[in-house]
């Protein structure tokens, strides 16, 4: 490939380092779950071996995140070959590379950018952020306070589905990010304003560290509550009234997010 301004010679690395990245984490995601629920199987089958098979789906959808991961490699991998006299440009990197950290393809690249353009990377970080964190903090809230669930429906299975709220409300964090992700994804462009490309970058650190404090709160709070309410119900109204106060700490940084990208729509000269 040749080296100019529309293709350096460091953006194939870029793409490169999406679908590696996209593989490697999909595959320690899936390794870790197959691993952690394939034991507990393995230590209830010699006590219950007639539930081995219907506790099997843990370990089967572990292995299907790495799925995903392989599909998204594909694509990029398979996207990182021009047209004939073209080139692989910068932008096309950064939007792989940004595809391969959320495992999230709705970005399009494009090939031949009309000039070295570099900003378009703060705008697809800041749209993986959103996605990538609010993730993080949706998937602790929901194992943190399923584990306290699980545990405490042991002596009162007439509350599982009472106590069903702190998981769904850590769930919803994940689609404060993917809000925000899309609308960012949606604005993304070859000839990116370094204004607007730090807005989009601000604004899918808010949304997406705030989604990832409220997923702390939520599993801690949730894991704890569902235990107290086992033992005593009465404790259930103010176990939801904190959970609110910890749910809108994702909401105020969807909020912020969303100010950001509306201001980043502004017409705004190229700095």
């Known amino acids: 490939m040749a080296d100019s301004e529309r ?3 460091f ?10 990245i996209a593989m490697i984490f999909g595959c320690m995601g899936a390794a870790y779950g197959t691993f952690k629920s394939g034991a507990a199987v393995a230590a209830i089958g010699p006590q219950r071996p007639d539930l081995v098979m219907k ?3 843990p370990t089967v959808m572990a292995g299907i995140i790495s799925v995903y991961a392989l599909v998204v490699s594909l694509l ?3 996207d990182m070959g021009p047209p004939p006299g073209q080139h692989y440009s910068l932008y096309s990197g950064n939007m792989h590379l940004a595809a391969g950290v959320s495992v999230n393809c709705s970005i399009d690249s494009q090939y031949d950018s009309k000039g070295m353009n570099d900003n378009s990377f703060f705008g697809a970080m800041g749209c ?3 996605i990538v964190f609010t993730s993080f903090g949706a998937s602790y809230g929901m194992a943190k306070s399923s584990i306290g669930i699980m545990s405490s429906s042991i002596l009162r299975p007439d509350l ?11 769930g919803i ?6 809000v925000v992700a899309v609308i960012i994804s949606g604005d993304l462009r070859e000839q990116l304003p370094i204004y607007t490309a730090f807005l989009q970058l601000g604004a899918g650190i808010s949304v997406g560290l705030c989604g990832l404090a409220a997923g702390f709160a939520i599993g801690i709070i ?8 086992a033992q005593q119900p009465k404790l259930f109204v103010a176990m939801i009234l904190i959970l609110i106060f910890a749910e809108v700490l994702g909401l105020y940084g969807m909020i912020v997010a969303l100010m950001l990208v509306t201001q980043s729509k502004m017409n705004v000269g190229e700095c």
């Open 222 to 229: 949730g894991d704890g509550g569902v235990r107290g309410v």
């Open 11 to 20: 953006a194939p690395f870029l793409g490169l380092a999406g679908a590696s």
């Open 7 to 9: 293709a350096p010679k």
């Open 128 to 130: 993986a952020a959103a």
């Open 173 to 178: 964090l994940s689609i404060y990010g993917l």
């Open 55 to 57: 506790s099997l789906l």
């Open 160 to 170: 599982i589905v009472r106590n069903l709220m702190p998981p769904i409300l850590a």
């Open 76 to 78: 990029i991998v398979g």
